[in-house]
């Protein structure tokens, strides 16, 4: 069980819709990929590299993102690209639980899980706490259970990571690559403005 309050209400209406449409219990390797926000063509490319368990990337999303997203992403100024950096076993299997239910849903996933990130990374059984969050998706413990042990999966998330590694040298979460650019750590909206400004001009 998760310790705390309960799930929010938007939680769970967000994790109800997202049962809807489930994609089937085959391999989704071909499924694990990157969320993006904002237009396609946004003049700035705001990469975000991210552990599920790390605070600082709650905090990024629950406190920075929708600032960030009001001002820039919304404007079609800006697009931003979620991509997995699990810094231990239990962001490696909250990534892949995010990725089960597809990639239609992965970002509801993800907000679900840094909106929750205290209430599952610290449970005594994350991979019970895990599941219960997916049942609200309507994702059952042995479908949860299959994508855990697909391998190609695993692999997909963790190539993530080495790609981070080897093309951008990033070693910590937050870290954000701000069109082609290496930031490291956490920072407020006006400190990303001061970034982006000067790329829009």
Same mark, same amino acid.
């Given at each position: 069980?998760?310790?705390?309050?309960?799930?929010?209400?938007?939680?769970?209406?967000?994790?109800?819709?997202?049962?809807?449409?489930?994609?089937?219990?085959?391999? $989704?390797?071909?499924?694990?990929?990157?969320?993006?926000?904002?237009?396609?063509?946004?003049?700035?490319?705001?990469?975000?590299?991210?552990?599920?368990?790390?605070?600082?990337?709650?905090?990024?999303?629950?406190?920075?993102?929708?600032?960030?997203?009001?001002?820039?992403?919304?404007?079609?100024?800006?697009?931003?690209?979620?991509?997995?950096?699990?810094?231990?076993?239990?962001?490696? $299997?909250?990534?892949?639980?995010?990725?089960?239910?597809?990639?239609?849903?992965?970002?509801?996933?993800?907000?679900?899980?840094?909106?929750?990130?205290?209430?599952?990374?610290?449970?005594?059984?994350?991979?019970?706490?895990?599941?219960?969050?997916?049942?609200?998706?309507?994702?059952?413990?042995?479908?949860?259970?299959?994508?855990?042990?697909?391998?190609?999966?695993?692999?997909?998330?963790?190539?993530?990571?080495?790609?981070?590694?080897?093309?951008?040298?990033?070693?910590?979460?937050?870290?954000?690559?701000?069109?082609?650019?290496?930031?490291?750590?956490?920072?407020?909206?006006?400190?990303?403005?001061?970034?982006?400004?000067?790329?829009? $001009?």
């Amino acid at each position: 069980m998760l310790k705390g309050s309960k799930l929010t209400r938007r939680t769970a209406l967000a994790l109800a819709t997202a049962a809807l449409a489930l994609p089937s219990l085959k391999s $989704r390797a071909a499924e694990v990929t990157e969320r993006v926000i904002g237009e396609p063509d946004a003049p700035v490319t705001i990469i975000e590299y991210a552990s599920l368990t790390c605070p600082h990337c709650a905090s990024f999303h629950r406190d920075v993102l929708p600032g960030l997203k009001e001002r820039y992403i919304d404007t079609g100024k800006v697009k931003l690209v979620f991509r997995d950096f699990p810094l231990d076993q239990v962001a490696l $299997r909250a990534a892949v639980v995010a990725h089960c239910g597809g990639p239609a849903r992965y970002g509801q996933f993800l907000d679900v899980l840094f909106e929750n990130q205290e209430r599952w990374a610290h449970a005594e059984d994350p991979v019970a706490a895990l599941k219960q969050i997916a049942s609200l998706a309507g994702l059952s413990g042995e479908q949860v259970d299959a994508c855990l042990a697909d391998e190609q999966m695993i692999d997909a998330v963790l190539q993530s990571r080495l790609d981070a590694q080897q093309e951008y040298d990033v070693r910590s979460t937050p870290t954000f690559v701000i069109d082609g650019k290496v930031y490291p750590g956490g920072r407020d909206v006006e400190a990303f403005a001061e970034i982006i400004e000067p790329l829009l $001009r």
